[in-house]
C-alpha cells in the first residue's frame, strides 16, 4: 500500500504560538488530503479537505483561520495551527488519495501516523 | 456535553476465539464502507472493505458483513490474536461525497490470553 508520513509526531508549545504540522505522501501523488482530529477515546473527526492547487474545503464547526491548510504539491500538504490554546491539545491524523507513480488510482485513503499535539 | 467523558465499547475475548465487532452507520447514501485498525499512538490501518453490492466479504481471518437494510456493518475476526488488541472503527462513504469517510464510535478489542 501507499504510505504517508508525518511529520513531527510529537510536539510540545506554548498557548499562543503556532504550530506547522506536514503530511507527505511517499510513493504516490495525493491530489486530495484530508485532515482529521482525534480527542483521547474518540473517534476522528474531519477537519478539511485539501485538493492540490486549491483551497481547503473546513467541515462546519471547524475555524478556517485558525487551522491553515496548505497543499502546494500533490506529495504535500501542511496543517498550521495558529495561536495555539490548551483545547487545540490533540491527535491530528492525515491522510491521502491519488494516483500511484505507476499510474494507477486508488480510491482508498491512506493514512499517516498522526502528530500528537500538546499546548501548555 | 456527550463528548465529556466519553469510553470506548471494550470487546474482550480470549485468544483463540472468534471476535465480532460491530458497527451501526448512519447515511443510508452510503455505498463503500471500511473497517479500520487503530493501535495506541499510531494512525488507522486498513482492514478491509466492502461495497454495497455485496452483503460479505472475507479476506485474511477477517469477515465484514453488511446489512443495509437495517444500516449495520460488522468485523469478524477468527482466532483473534494478542497482535489483533487495538481500536477496529468502521467508515462510510458515498459516492459523489469526494472521498471523504465519516467514521464510527469505534469498539476497543483486548484479547486475553
Known amino acids: 500500500g501507499a504510505v504517508v508520513s508525518q511529520h513531527p509526531s510529537r510536539v510540545i508549545c506554548k498557548s499562543g504560538t503556532s504550530v506547522k504540522i506536514e503530511c507527505r505522501s511517499l510513493d504516490f501523488q495525493a491530489t486530495t488530503m484530508f485532515w482529521y482530529r482525534q480527542f483521547p477515546k474518540q473517534s476522528l473527526m474531519l477537519m478539511a479537505t485539501?485538493?492540490?492547487?486549491?483551497?481547503?474545503?473546513?467541515e462546519q464547526g471547524v475555524e478556517k483561520d485558525k487551522f491553515l491548510i496548505n497543499h502546494a504539491s500533490l506529495t504535500l500538504s501542511t496543517l498550521t495551527v495558529t495561536s495555539a490554546h490548551p483545547e487545540d491539545s490533540s491527535f491530528y491524523i492525515c491522510?491521502?488519495?491519488?494516483?500511484?507513480?505507476?499510474?494507477?488510482?486508488?480510491?482508498?485513503?491512506?493514512f499517516g501516523p498522526g502528530t500528537r499535539l500538546t499546548v501548555l | 456535553g456527550e463528548s465529556v467523558g466519553l469510553h470506548l465499547p471494550t470487546l474482550s475475548v480470549q485468544e483463540g476465539d472468534n471476535s465480532i465487532i460491530n458497527c451501526a452507520y448512519s447515511?443510508?447514501?452510503?455505498?463503500?464502507f471500511i473497517w479500520y485498525k487503530q493501535e495506541s499512538g499510531k494512525g488507522p490501518q486498513f482492514i478491509i472493505d466492502?461495497?454495497?453490492?455485496?452483503d460479505k466479504r472475507q479476506g485474511q481471518r477477517v469477515t465484514v458483513l453488511l446489512n443495509k437494510t437495517v444500516k449495520h456493518l460488522s468485523l469478524q475476526i477468527a482466532a483473534t490474536q494478542p497482535g489483533d488488541s487495538a481500536v477496529y472503527f468502521c467508515?462510510?462513504?458515498?459516492?459523489?461525497?469526494?472521498?471523504?469517510?465519516?467514521f464510527g464510535t469505534g469498539t476497543q478489542l483486548k484479547v486475553e490470553l
Open positions: 491522510s491521502g488519495v491519488g494516483s500511484g507513480t505507476s499510474g494507477g488510482v486508488y480510491n482508498e485513503q491512506f
Open positions: 447515511n443510508s447514501a452510503s455505498d463503500y
Open positions: 467508515a462510510e462513504s458515498f459516492t459523489g461525497g469526494g472521498n471523504k469517510l465519516t
Open positions: 466492502i461495497r454495497s453490492n455485496m
Open positions: 485539501s485538493n492540490e492547487g486549491s483551497k481547503a474545503t473546513y
